[in-house]
């Protein structure tokens, strides 16, 4: 992996697990430059391993193109549940094929998925909040943690006009809860900019995006969204006072991060 050489007296700093508010300044300096040029600043800041784990949605496979069109060293990760629609395995399987690479899977432990199951049951998500953590916890946040371990940057797809929950997500900010850099290109985006870039590009999509589908996770947990609805309306849609999600973007007490620096 190239490294790029660290900036002239950050150097001690730059190996500190500590929050570097610094690093994370310099990078939300190019937001107002395009997320192509966001990834590629974030890739030469960075001296460490960066991670992208991408869902198949529409802003990861946009931000796919995106890294792997500019030839950026960042690792491609998806986390496999298990439990994604048939349109998500195939749709990982035609963009391996459309740009040549191996998009690293990570899965749930099994000793923790039979405790799981045998616990609450296949479908025991549907009846409490604790099924329903502990799925994701099992399921997504576990592996997640695992795909992440050692890198200082992490690559995702959130915009912040997804929803009520995202709406301060910031381009860079700390993560304090994995100890690294989260770094969001198409924060500022809204959906159809994406959508445009998409068509635009010839980006494989997920065929549920065109069936009232928006925002795309676990089978049995997504269904399309009606009318006037947000975007994550359809996830999780019978804990309907609850935030839409699974932990994966949430800090050490539950809420989503939102701060711009450490
Ligand atoms: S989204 Fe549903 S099936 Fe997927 S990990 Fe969470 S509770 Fe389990």
Redesign the pocket.
Known sequence: MDVALPLQGETEELHETAPRSHLVNRLNDQAGTAPAARLCELRQAARGRIVFTTSFGIEDQALTHLILSEALEIDLVTID?G?LFPSTYKLWAKTERRYGVRIRSVHPREDALEDLISRFGADG?YRSKEA?LS??DV??VKPLARALKGAEAWVTGLRADQSLERESVPLAQWDDRHCLIKFSPLFDWTRAQVEEFCAAEGVPINELHTQGYPSI??E??TRAIEAGENERAGRWWWERDEAKE?GLHLDRTGKLVRSKAA
Do not use: A, Q
């Open positions: 549940t439990r998500f329903r799925c994701c399921r997504k996770g676990c049995p947990c699974c």
